[in-house]
């Protein structure tokens, strides 16, 4: 149904012109489906949408061809391939929120499409969007039909973008990074989802994601790509058993699943030795946080206690809204909890307010890594000064001991010391990552909070840094408090997890035991989300 | 009442306050500005006696609070006081003169839109192209040009070479009569009672004039639609329209411009602002009898209650205004008014 030859895609950017895609070469047959794997910047969305022609600015094929049923995609006029957009070849798209039109009823963005592609009249428009609502399985489509994407979930605003995409039938789903950003429960049964409606349809799907494990249980083919090329391609369990660049085993080895240790990730890691279980450093006590939400009082945490030993990890795992941010602020004494504790050291937390902790003399011993690494940076700064600025607010050090302490931090992550001088922008997300655990260290703080850390990682980057945070638990004696909501980088860090659901713990105890013996549902429908360990 | 009812009557009451806040304020800055109202009013013959007796007469020897609950109670009852040079009730001064303002500036305003916005859409949609240079060259030169130059030019190339814009006199040639107030808009009211005729007239003296103070505020509108447009053209969600197969019109008009309206309304309001206070130079030129010429007179002949009835005209009039662009949000935008609460 689709082959692309030798297909070539040039950037033009401020710093000259850029190959993204250098000689690809794929082939797709109808109801099956197709996974592109590769890291940032492999040239993979940018193969998906040169095949739309929806290419940035400043972006052309620049060679190979097409081929769509008969048709080259590389030479039809604009007002054809408008014709093929949305109905014979249709995409979806990461981050589903930010792919819907803010202020347009989702009903309304679907009708849209049907009119345009004269799949509906003013008549019957409204019926034919609400049947594309219920197709993606969307309870109550009628009253749905009239939500903005802001009302909606990031699960269901995944629903409405396929909904979008198949409402006018197309013959060919491309579907770049769909799961990314969401939940892992909510992950499956969109990918489930999508790949019933591929088989009811008999529809070709190209896969996009840097997800192997994902792609590895969805899709019929892999290709992996790196660099605008493909290195490697085959069926999954070909290529995983007989994988031959070194491209790809980096890649398998770096993606986790149950079972497999910390070290396995990265090729000739080293088991890291785990410190001695102490005493009992940080005391959570039935702590509950209440906001004052529009439709009355919203309990963010009911109730959450646990214990974290001295040199122990604990995961807490939850999904998005089930207040393991909320609590790990809270400990971080950002904010202040409604009622309950938090023992820290023997001592309560709570004997000073969340706005005067700053000047605490205990500021230092709990420190936090954030999520975006990227963000979490101030883009201003460079990462010397990002370091330092923990050391200049909290210490009595001066400028030359700062230096000094600045660069053995560095050396602590593993951060060259020619790169301190850079701007966030001018490095890559695994050096800012490094940046972001620097800083924290920097204080010499007993319990480090790491709120989902590697989340906005390429694994292979993932798997590096997760083997840094082991290192230095055991070299400089740390406590970890590791919020996730991926229970195969938990298992493979923590000695501990809680699992957290709607404010509430659901079950907590050894990792080992929360994920042979699982007590609660949820947990096993967690568990059940996980990748199986496709390839040995 | 909806969530939404509930955030735009909130928003309403909101009003109140800052309402009480401009009054207070102009109480105060007038009872501060220099020179002593009583000696103006006394006359030049006027002796320390007969100054003390105006100044009596006018209450201003009583304490400052005292003075403030007279003000409030006579504002309430329409009593701005008596301009010194017109002779007139300020508020029926104000009456007269602030739609002859208003008129002009909201048609300049319209014009200036009419031209901005497709000007701003059409650089945005090429970044870099003859078109994006053709709107920053068009939109430097508005800006650059004072009111009071590109006024005159126009009335010379119009006026005195082509002899087709009538002479830049007022709102109305002397061959009209002025219809009855209404709305106190000529162009309204003539159409109101379907006074054609009138209503040619006073379009053709509206122009030059509207045209001026359009040129002049071009660039922000023009700018803000191109910055907005740009953003929201590289965003997600009109990835997923073009991929959609959507038409380049409705993905321009339906999707991006629409949510680039809101960074475009904003300025709008501000400009709206700053062109009723730079209406007085483009008043001056084509003798436009609006409210700036008539503040910057009543400031210069030191008119105290006429000052002190044209800020708290322009202050209530921006009140309004900020409120209408509240509630123009809302309606842009869904969001609004959930993320408030």
Request: charge should be neutral.
């Given at each position: 149904?689709?082959?692309?030859k030798?297909?070539?895609?040039?950037f033009?950017?401020?710093h000259?012109v850029?190959?993204?895609?250098?000689?690809v070469?794929?082939?797709?047959?109808?109801?099956?489906?197709?996974?592109?794997?590769?890291?940032?910047?492999?040239?993979?969305?940018?193969?998906?949408?040169?095949?739309?022609?929806?290419l940035d600015?400043?972006?052309r094929?620049?060679?190979?061809h097409?081929d769509?049923?008969?048709?080259?995609?590389?030479?039809?006029?604009?007002?054809?391939?408008?014709d093929?957009?949305?109905?014979?070849?249709?995409?979806?798209?990461?981050?589903?929120?930010?792919?819907l039109n803010?202020?347009?009823?989702?009903?309304?963005?679907?009708?849209?499409?049907l009119?345009?592609?004269?799949?509906?009249?003013?008549?019957?428009?409204r019926?034919?969007?609400v049947?594309?609502?219920e197709?993606?399985?969307i309870?109550?489509?009628a009253?749905?039909y009239?939500?903005?994407?802001?009302?909606?979930?990031g699960g269901?605003?995944?629903r409405?973008?396929?909904?979008?995409?198949?409402a006018?039938?197309?013959?060919?789903?491309?579907?770049?990074?769909?799961?990314?950003?969401?939940?892992v429960?909510?992950?499956?049964?969109?990918?489930?989802?999508i790949?019933?409606?591929a088989?009811?349809?008999?529809?070709g799907v190209?896969?996009?994601?840097?997800?192997?494990?994902?792609?590895?249980?969805?899709?019929?083919?892999l290709?992996?790509?790196?660099?605008?090329?493909?290195v490697e391609?085959g069926?999954p369990q070909k290529l995983?058993?007989?994988?031959?660049?070194?491209?790809?085993?980096?890649?398998l080895?770096?993606?986790p699943?149950?079972?497999?240790?910390?070290?396995?990730l990265?090729?000739?890691?080293?088991?890291?030795?785990?410190p001695?279980?102490?005493?009992?450093?940080?005391?959570?006590?039935?702590?509950?946080k209440?906001?004052?939400?529009?439709a009355?009082?919203v309990?963010?945490?009911q109730?959450?206690?646990f214990?974290?030993?001295?040199?122990?990890?604990?995961?807490?795992?939850?999904?998005s809204g089930?207040?393991?941010s909320?609590?790990?602020?809270?400990?971080?004494?950002l904010?202040d909890a409604?009622s309950?504790?938090v023992?820290?050291?023997g001592?309560?937390?709570f004997?000073?307010?969340?706005?005067?902790?700053?000047?605490d003399?205990?500021?230092?011993?709990i420190?936090?890594?954030?999520?975006?690494?990227?963000?979490?940076?101030?883009?201003?700064?460079?990462?010397?000064?990002?370091?330092?600025e923990?050391l200049?607010?909290?210490?009595?050090m001066?400028r030359?001991?700062?230096?000094?302490r600045?660069?053995?931090?560095?050396?602590?992550v593993?951060?060259?010391?020619?790169?301190?001088?850079r701007?966030?922008?001018q490095?890559?997300?695994g050096?800012?990552?490094?940046?972001?655990?620097?800083?924290?260290?920097?204080?010499?703080?007993?319990?480090?909070?790491?709120?989902?850390?590697?989340?906005?990682?390429?694994v292979?980057?993932?798997?590096l840094?997760?083997?840094?945070?082991?290192?230095?638990?055991?070299?400089?004696?740390?406590?970890?408090?590791?919020?996730?909501?991926?229970?195969s980088?938990?298992q493979?860090?923590?000695?501990?997890?809680?699992?957290?659901?709607?404010g509430?713990?659901e079950?907590?105890?050894p990792?080992?035991?929360?994920?042979?013996?699982?007590?609660?549902?949820y947990?096993?429908?967690?568990?059940?989300?996980?990748?199986?360990p496709?390839?040995a | 009442m909806t969530p939404r009812?509930?955030?735009?009557?909130?928003?309403?009451?909101?009003?109140?306050?800052?309402?009480?806040?401009?009054?207070?304020?102009?109480?105060?800055?007038?009872r501060?500005?220099?020179g002593?109202?009583a000696v103006?009013?006394a006359?030049?013959?006027?002796?320390?006696?007969?100054?003390?007796?105006?100044?009596?007469?006018?209450?201003?020897?009583?304490?400052?609070?005292?003075?403030?609950?007279?003000?409030?109670a006579?504002?309430v009852?329409?009593?701005?006081g008596?301009?010194?040079?017109?002779?007139?009730?300020?508020?029926?001064?104000?009456?007269?003169?602030?739609?002859?303002?208003?008129e002009l500036?909201?048609l300049?305003?319209f014009?200036?839109?009419?031209?901005a916005i497709?000007?701003?859409?059409?650089?945005?949609v090429?970044?870099g192209?003859?078109?994006d240079?053709?709107?920053?060259?068009?939109?430097?030169?508005?800006?650059?040009?004072?009111t009071?130059?590109?006024g005159?030019?126009?009335?010379?190339?119009?006026?005195?070479?082509?002899?087709?814009?009538?002479?830049?006199?007022?709102?109305?040639?002397?061959?009209?009569?002025?219809?009855?107030?209404?709305?106190?808009?000529y162009?309204?009211?003539?159409?109101?009672?379907q006074?054609?005729?009138t209503?040619?007239?006073?379009?053709?003296?509206?122009?030059?004039?509207?045209?001026?103070m359009?040129?002049?505020?071009?660039?922000p509108?023009?700018?803000?639609?191109r910055?907005a447009m740009?953003?929201a053209?590289?965003?997600?969600?009109?990835?997923?329209?073009?991929?959609a197969g959507l038409?380049?019109?409705k993905?321009?008009?339906?999707y991006?411009?629409?949510?680039a309206?809101l960074p475009?309304v904003?300025?709008?309001g501000?400009?709206?602002?700053?062109?009723?206070?730079?209406?007085v130079?483009?008043e001056?030129?084509f003798?436009?009898p609006?409210?700036?010429?008539?503040?910057?007179?009543?400031?210069?002949a030191?008119?105290?209650?006429?000052?002190?009835g044209?800020?708290?005209?322009m202050?209530?009039?921006f009140?309004?205004?900020?409120?209408?662009?509240?509630?123009?949000?809302?309606?842009?935008d869904p969001?609004?008014?959930?993320?408030?609460?």
């Amino acid at each position: 149904m689709l082959t692309i030859k030798d297909l070539h895609v040039q950037f033009d950017t401020r710093h000259g012109v850029v190959d993204a895609v250098r000689g690809v070469n794929l082939h797709l047959d109808r109801g099956e489906t197709l996974g592109i794997v590769g890291e940032s910047g492999s040239g993979k969305s940018v193969t998906a949408f040169s095949l739309l022609r929806i290419l940035d600015s400043g972006g052309r094929i620049t060679g190979g061809h097409i081929d769509y049923r008969g048709i080259d995609l590389s030479q039809v006029d604009n007002a054809s391939m408008n014709d093929i957009r949305g109905r014979e070849i249709s995409m979806i798209f990461q981050n589903p929120r930010a792919a819907l039109n803010p202020i347009r009823k989702v009903g309304h963005q679907i009708e849209d499409v049907l009119r345009h592609h004269a799949q509906a009249t003013r008549y019957d428009a409204r019926a034919k969007a609400v049947a594309a609502l219920e197709e993606v399985q969307i309870k109550d489509a009628a009253s749905r039909y009239h939500a903005y994407p802001f009302e909606l979930s990031g699960g269901m605003c995944q629903r409405v973008v396929i909904a979008l995409a198949l409402a006018c039938k197309p013959q060919l789903l491309i579907a770049d990074e769909p799961t990314t950003g969401l939940d892992v429960t909510t992950q499956k049964t969109v990918m489930d989802l999508i790949q019933a409606l591929a088989q009811d349809r008999n529809m070709g799907v190209v896969l996009i994601t840097h997800d192997l494990g994902l792609a590895g249980t969805y899709c019929d083919q892999l290709v992996v790509m790196k660099d605008g090329e493909i290195v490697e391609q085959g069926a999954p369990q070909k290529l995983t058993k007989n994988a031959v660049h070194d491209y790809t085993r980096r890649l398998l080895a770096a993606t986790p699943h149950r079972g497999k240790q910390l070290h396995e990730l990265v090729v000739d890691g080293v088991e890291k030795p785990i410190p001695p279980a102490g005493d009992i450093l940080l005391s959570v006590n039935a702590v509950t946080k209440t906001y004052a939400g529009k439709a009355g009082p919203v309990q963010a945490l009911q109730g959450v206690s646990f214990d974290i030993q001295r040199g122990g990890c604990l995961g807490l795992v939850g999904e998005s809204g089930s207040g393991k941010s909320t609590l790990s602020s809270i400990i971080a004494r950002l904010q202040d909890a409604t009622s309950g504790d938090v023992q820290f050291n023997g001592a309560s937390l709570f004997n000073a307010p969340a706005s005067k902790y700053a000047k605490d003399t205990r500021r230092s011993e709990i420190q936090m890594v954030f999520q975006d690494a990227t963000d979490s940076l101030n883009p201003r700064q460079t990462a010397a000064q990002s370091i330092a600025e923990p050391l200049r607010h909290l210490t009595t050090m001066n400028r030359l001991e700062r230096n000094d302490r600045v660069e053995q931090l560095a050396e602590d992550v593993g951060l060259p010391l020619a790169l301190l001088s850079r701007l966030p922008h001018q490095l890559s997300g695994g050096q800012k990552a490094r940046v972001g655990i620097a800083r924290a260290l920097a204080v010499q703080p007993k319990l480090l909070i790491l709120d989902e850390p590697t989340a906005a990682l390429d694994v292979s980057i993932q798997a590096l840094i997760l083997n840094l945070l082991a290192d230095l638990r055991h070299r400089l004696n740390l406590t970890y408090l590791f919020v996730s909501h991926d229970l195969s980088v938990v298992q493979m860090l923590c000695d501990t997890v809680v699992v957290m659901r709607l404010g509430q713990v659901e079950e907590m105890g050894p990792t080992e035991q929360v994920l042979s013996q699982p007590q609660s549902d949820y947990t096993r429908q967690l568990l059940q989300a996980m990748p199986t360990p496709l390839f040995a | 009442m909806t969530p939404r009812a509930k955030i735009i009557s909130a928003r309403i009451l909101q009003a109140i306050p800052v309402v009480i806040g401009v009054v207070v304020i102009t109480f105060l800055l007038t009872r501060s500005l220099p020179g002593d109202p009583a000696v103006y009013f006394a006359g030049d013959a006027a002796d320390a006696e007969s100054i003390q007796e105006v100044r009596q007469a006018l209450g201003l020897d009583k304490p400052l609070p005292q003075q403030f609950f007279i003000y409030v109670a006579d504002l309430v009852k329409g009593d701005w006081g008596n301009s010194l040079s017109t002779g007139q009730p300020v508020l029926s001064d104000l009456a007269r003169r602030l739609p002859a303002s208003l008129e002009l500036t909201l048609l300049a305003l319209f014009l200036s839109c009419l031209i901005a916005i497709p000007l701003g859409v059409l650089a945005a949609v090429k970044p870099g192209s003859w078109r994006d240079h053709l709107c920053r060259v068009v939109v430097t030169a508005g800006v650059s040009l004072p009111t009071f130059f590109t006024g005159i030019l126009l009335i010379y190339i119009f006026y005195y070479v082509l002899d087709i814009a009538p002479s830049p006199l007022g709102r109305l040639g002397f061959l009209y009569i002025e219809p009855d107030p209404v709305t106190g808009f000529y162009l309204i009211d003539t159409a109101l009672t379907q006074d054609w005729e009138t209503f040619m007239g006073a379009a053709k003296q509206l122009i030059l004039p509207a045209c001026t103070m359009a040129i002049f505020t071009l660039a922000p509108i023009a700018r803000m639609t191109r910055a907005a447009m740009l953003q929201a053209l590289s965003s997600d969600f009109i990835r997923t329209a073009r991929a959609a197969g959507l038409s380049q019109r409705k993905v321009l008009i339906g999707y991006a411009l629409r949510n680039a309206l809101l960074p475009v309304v904003t300025t709008l309001g501000m400009v709206f602002s700053f062109a009723l206070g730079a209406n007085v130079l483009v008043e001056k030129v084509f003798a436009w009898p609006g409210i700036g010429s008539y503040a910057v007179d009543a400031l210069v002949a030191s008119d105290y209650a006429a000052v002190q009835g044209f800020v708290l005209a322009m202050a209530l009039l921006f009140v309004a205004l900020n409120l209408i662009i509240d509630l123009l949000y809302a309606v842009i935008d869904p969001r609004i008014g959930f993320e408030a609460s």
